[in-house]
């Protein structure tokens, strides 16, 4: 089994940037495809961003692209989102995720096996 603890969320201004990590204990993460998720309040969690185990092949949500970017470095056991251009309606929590059994970078939530505790990025007009 592998935690996931995600950090670097916080207060940024619209325009501005963040970089977000998701550390991982307890599993080496090179054998997970993982992803970033992100909900608000009462609404279902969305799909971000992932990658694939080696990091070769990620995809990105439509509204994230060409402002985030998703990597790995699996030396270092840890997954990053860097986050540029952040918008007012980039503010939610942001998840990170894993799962071992697929080959291939899934969309979906229930296609990840491991989730974080989210952290919290709120941007600000």
């Known amino acids: 089994q592998v935690q996931l603890v995600e950090s670097g969320g916080g207060l940024v201004q619209a325009g501005g940037s963040l970089r977000l990590s998701c550390g991982a204990s307890?599993?080496?993460?090179?054998?997970?495809?993982m992803g970033w998720f992100r909900q608000a309040p009462g609404l279902e969690r969305e799909f971000v961003a992932a990658?694939?185990?080696?990091?070769?092949?990620?995809t990105y949500a439509d509204s994230v692209k060409g402002r985030f970017t998703i990597a790995r470095d699996n030396a270092k056991n840890t997954m990053y989102l860097q986050m540029n251009s952040l918008k007012t309606d980039d503010t939610d929590v942001y998840y990170c995720?894993?799962?071992?059994?697929?080959?291939?970078?899934?969309?979906?939530?229930?296609?990840?096996?491991?989730w974080g505790q989210g952290t919290q990025v709120t941007v600000s007009s």
């Open positions: 995720a894993a799962d071992h059994t697929r080959r291939r970078v899934g969309v979906r939530t229930i296609e990840y096996e491991y």
């Open positions: 307890g599993r080496t993460l090179s054998s997970y495809v």
């Open positions: 990658t694939s185990r080696s990091g070769a092949t990620t």
